[in-house]
């Protein structure tokens, strides 16, 4: 049995997110689907974040264990073949220890989410960002996330289906940034709840349009309450960037 680290690299448009669902298509599934065609194994495929439908990644970290004998550029040519129509790859593949997992030996996951900030309709850009028609004061939006930066209680953020046992996450880093239209709204932590960056967005896009302030924002997150979020963003401007590992 050999232990194979994967990077994957996917559009979340088609997908119902990563984790293996009864009711769609999900990457896991396609991974594991691929696998099979090619050992004949029912291997399992463990990821270091889970993904909703529609968000996608630059960068997923995951790990499948192989019993046939595969060298790791042989196992990658042979997934993404198989893979082939769907739009997912295995941009890279190694051999690791048995002792190596994609989601607990993982000490830092990252994220960026694109706005688009413009009144013209999206053509390439068509889920891959959300479009924000009104003006954003992306000053006012950097200044509200620092608030949200630090060891907080981040009930406020998290979804209502979130199965987390701990509602306090560290959130080491959420900064705001313009390239012309686009905004880069950038978050790292060790792990996040789910829908918190996502909901993280919405409330800091509100800043932006003028809607909500900074004491309004940190208003919100002493709340502890879902029912104070302003806006949860979708999931087509999210993106798995990437995660940290020891030794890496």
């Known amino acids: 049995m050999t232990r194979f680290a994967l990077t994957l690299e996917f ?3 088609p997908f119902m997110g990563l984790q293996r669902q009864d009711h769609g298509l999900t990457v896991q599934q ?3 689907d691929a696998a099979h065609a090619i050992t004949g194994e029912d291997a399992r495929m463990h990821a270091a974040g889970r993904t909703d439908s529609g968000v996608h990644a630059l960068a997923m970290r995951a790990h499948i264990d192989i019993k046939k004998p595969f060298e790791a ?3 990658m040519e042979a997934l993404n ?3 082939r129509p769907h739009p997912l790859a295995v941009i890279h593949c190694e051999e690791t220890r048995d002792d190596w997992h994609a989601r ?6 990252s994220y960026v989410y694109r706005i688009i900030n413009r009144r013209a309709p999206l053509t390439i850009e068509a889920n891959r960002a959300w479009q924000v028609s009104k003006p954003l004061d992306d000053a006012a939006m950097q200044e509200a996330a620092q608030l949200l930066v630090g060891r907080h209680d981040f009930t406020t953020f998290r979804s209502a289906h979130c199965q987390a046992a701990d509602p306090v996450k560290t959130l080491d880093r959420l ?3 313009r390239e012309g239209d686009l905004l880069l709204i950038e978050a790292e932590a060790r792990s996040f709840l789910h829908h918190q960056v996502r909901s993280m967005v919405g409330c800091l896009a509100l800043v932006g349009m003028g809607s909500w302030d900074a004491k309004k924002m940190g ?3 002493a709340a502890k309450d879902r029912h104070e979020l302003g806006l949860n963003a979708p999931p087509q401007g999210l993106y798995f960037v990437s995660a940290s590992y020891p030794d890496e």
Request: proline share 0%.
């Open 11 to 13: 559009d979340g448009t």
């Open 30 to 32: 396609t991974v594991e």
């Open 73 to 75: 550029f042989r196992l």
């Open 81 to 83: 073949a198989k893979m």
């Open 104 to 109: 607990f030996s993982c000490l830092g996951r």
């Open 175 to 177: 900064d705001v940034r």
């Open 219 to 221: 208003q919100a997150l």
